[in-house]
């Protein structure tokens, strides 16, 4: 009886809503990508992703080729805007594209600059900006997630010839820390090449 009565106030203390879903088939020129974003509300009216994952389907055959699982903490409105998601491959950007250093829900471009594309999907939201996966795509198609890169920002600046990215907290009055990263083709591994702290002016 205790244990149905548990059951019964778990239920009760969430509402589950519909879960967004987003076809997506202007970021790229192979893949669409189909966001599926769960939510729910505690009963204090909080909102929160309780599960999201992206299907990525090629579009030469509409076949699915793989599906990521995203870990994602971000609440408010992440993921309830289709239009708030950016390609570096077709051009297509948000109008507010790194206010407060949130890029996007989900952003397609190639990070480690092997002629590739690859995928950053927000997981969570700081004081500091959007954090985001980081995957990147391999030899035989396959998206992998990226360890070192994951669990930080997306670049502002993406500089293929030097092969860096770079990524800044968001600018507070105080200041921001900015943070470059140098990818080595031959290993195919990331490596911290400066951190620097600005301050304001």
Known sequence: MRTLFILLVS????????????RLTDLSKKYIYAIN?????????VSHISALKVEI???????????LFIKSEPTLDSFSDCAFVSSYVTGKHPE??????????????????DGREDVAVKEDSSNSGA?????????????VKNPF??????PYKIDA?????????????AGQLETVYK???????????KSVYRKAK
């Open 11 to 22: 239920v009760l203390s969430f509402r589950f809503c519909a879960a967004q879903q987003c």
């Open 37 to 45: 974003a769960e939510r729910s509300k505690n009963r204090d009216g």
């Open 57 to 67: 389907i090629r579009k030469a055959d509409l076949r699915s080729v793989q599906t």
């Open 96 to 113: 507010d594209e790194g206010a407060d250093n949130d890029w996007g829900d989900l952003i397609v471009a190639d990070l480690n600059f």
């Open 131 to 143: 954090i985001y996966e980081f995957f990147t795509q391999t030899d035989s198609g396959k998206f």
């Open 149 to 154: 890169l994951s669990g930080s920002w997306f």
């Open 161 to 173: 010839k030097n092969k860096t990215l770079t990524t800044a907290t968001a600018a507070t009055t």
């Open 183 to 193: 990818y080595d083709a031959a290993s195919k591994k990331w490596r911290v090449l």
